[in-house]
Structure formats: structure tokens, C-alpha cells
């Protein structure tokens, strides 16, 4: 980014401030998180071990919190996947696993505390929990695996 300096031939008054156009891949990918934002209660990020934990065990443990609960997530290696298992507090009756760029959502049905997904692709993902209707469904922050 240039500005501050006047070049020969700008008019008089305030510096205009000249710059690289944003590239459209940018543009591209801010336009889709805003495609792409959850309705509902947010789980913030409260513990990742991998920033967290001077002591990096091979699987990785993520605490979300949000006003009504806990999501806990361990992550673990998998034949160049990962495995991924959780715990939602309050129980959640449906549970999705958001990955980044893709249309494609994992889903797990079924009133439980507990939820895994088996193979899921690296990349930036989220957790979606929905409740039996009568709360806001709850999203983690994203977070790359």
C-alpha cells in the first residue's frame, strides 16, 4: 500500500491514499463466511491443548463454553483423517460436524451426551448441536484440525 506521499499530477488537498486491488480469492472467501454464519448460541474456545498444554499428547483436547453448557472435542490422528469425539453438556439430540468450504455437514442423531465421528478431513471445522427444539442450537468456534 502506498500513501502519504503526493506524486506529480495529484490534485490539490488530501493525499490520496493508492493501493493493490483486494485479490478476488479474498473477496471470495469473506463473502462466504458471511454465507456461512450459524444461527444461535456460540461455544467459545476456552482450551485447545495443542496452544494450551506444554506437553503435546498425540490426541488433542478442545473446551468450548457457551451460557447454558460445555462441548468438550478430543481430536485424534487417523489415516491421514481424524477422529473426533465429543461431549455435550447439555445432552444434544442431533450433532453436526461443519467443515469449512464444503457442502457436505456429518451428522449424528440420537439423545446423547456423547458424539464421534470417525473420519473427518483436516481442515477448519465447527460442531453444530441442536437441542429438542425449545433452545437455540449452540456452534463451537471454528477450529483447524
Wanted: charged residues 25%; contains cysteine.
Amino acid at each position: 500500500m502506498v500513501g502519504g506521499r503526493r506524486f506529480e499530477g495529484d490534485p490539490p488537498g488530501p493525499v490520496p491514499l493508492r493501493h493493490d486491488p483486494v485479490p478476488a480469492s479474498v473477496v471470495g472467501r469473506a463473502t462466504d463466511a458471511f454465507r456461512r454464519q450459524a444461527s444461535g448460541v456460540l461455544a467459545a474456545l476456552v482450551f485447545d491443548s495443542a496452544a494450551d498444554d506444554p506437553v503435546r499428547p498425540a490426541q488433542r483436547v478442545l473446551s468450548f463454553e457457551h451460557p447454558g453448557g460445555r462441548v468438550e472435542i478430543i481430536v485424534s490422528p487417523a489415516s491421514g483423517d481424524c477422529a473426533v469425539r465429543g461431549r455435550a453438556s447439555p445432552a444434544a439430540h442431533r450433532v453436526e460436524l461443519e467443515p469449512e468450504g464444503r457442502d457436505v455437514t456429518l451428522v449424528r442423531e440420537g439423545t446423547a451426551e456423547t458424539f464421534e465421528f470417525p473420519a473427518v478431513p483436516r481442515g477448519l471445522v465447527r460442531v453444530r448441536l441442536f437441542g429438542d427444539g425449545t433452545t437455540a442450537p449452540v456452534h463451537t468456534d471454528w477450529v483447524r484440525l
